[in-house]
T-cell receptor, first 116, second 110 residues
Framework: SQTIHQWPATLVQPVGSPLSLECTVE??????LYWYRQAAGRGLQLLFY??????ISSEVPQNLSASRPQDRQFILSSKKLLLSDSGFYLC???????????????FGSGTQLSVL | SQELEQSPQSLIVQEGKNLTINCTSS?????LYWYKQKYGEGLIFLMM?????EEKSHEKITAKLDEKKQQSSLHITASQPSHAGIYLC??????????FGQGTRLTINP
């Protein structure tokens, strides 16, 4: 069966520090991978998605970047965190068909990031 | 502005009462998803609707997609404390990517 792991669960970082959140998927090959951010009262905002290794699409301009060094690994990064980067970050995957699809998403347990 | 509008944004009901959450789009919905999120956790898939007029049920939760495929409703019958959480609708609106509404926070009072 497929599983998705996301860590850390919580993170407190000072402004200006770097960030690295990691997400891995097991039990499937070539999944589509997604990073969402959830801010209070604003639902889920799609940040990045990837349909393959090294293929990253960015949805909104921001202080963050994403990378996919391996088929089932998705990393969210920042060189210098801003206060506005605080939020709940969710990684998700769906069955990959070489393009972004409307397949059901499976979510990780999330990372609560507080930038102070 | 939100591409998907959910209403209400928060809801407090007494245990045993029925409730409805709505999700509205200005565009035709191709695939409407309902998820539930417990506070500070990931999302749990509830149901997916694709056809206009489609209705699905799981235990005491029923979701419908209207004929014009621009609105969906989630109805909970005889609510229980286990129903508490945040309900999010998601839809494929553009470029085959799933976007979400802002969520409805449901509280069940005993």
């Amino acid at each position: 069966s497929q599983t998705i792991h996301q860590w850390p669960a919580t993170l407190v970082q000072p402004v200006g520090s770097p960030l690295s959140l990691e997400c891995t998927v097991e039990g499937t090959s070539n999944p589509n991978l997604y990073w969402y951010r959830q801010a209070a009262g604003r639902g889920l905002q799609l940040l990045f998605y990837s349909v393959g290794i090294g293929q990253i699409s960015s949805e909104v301009p921001q202080n963050l970047s994403a990378s996919r060094p391996q088929d089932r690994q998705f990393i969210l990064s920042s060189k210098k965190l801003l206060l506005s980067d605080s939020g709940f970050y969710l990684c998700a995957w769906s069955v990959g068909r070489g393009k972004a699809t409307n397949e059901k998403l499976f979510f990780g347990s999330g990372t609560q990031l507080s930038v102070l | 502005s939100q591409e998907l509008e959910q209403s209400p944004q928060s809801l407090i009901v007494q245990e045993g009462k029925n409730l409805t959450i709505n999700c509205t789009s200005s565009k035709t919905l191709y695939g409407l998803y309902w998820y539930k999120q417990k506070y500070g956790e990931g999302l749990i898939f509830l149901m997916m609707l694709q056809k206009g007029g489609e209705e699905k049920s799981h235990e005491k939760i029923t979701a419908k997609l209207d004929e014009k495929k621009q609105q969906s409703s989630l109805h909970i019958t005889a609510s229980q404390p286990s129903h508490a959480g945040i309900y999010l609708c998601g839809a494929v609106l553009r470029a085959q990517k799933l976007v979400f509404g802002q969520g409805t926070r449901l509280t069940i009072n005993p």
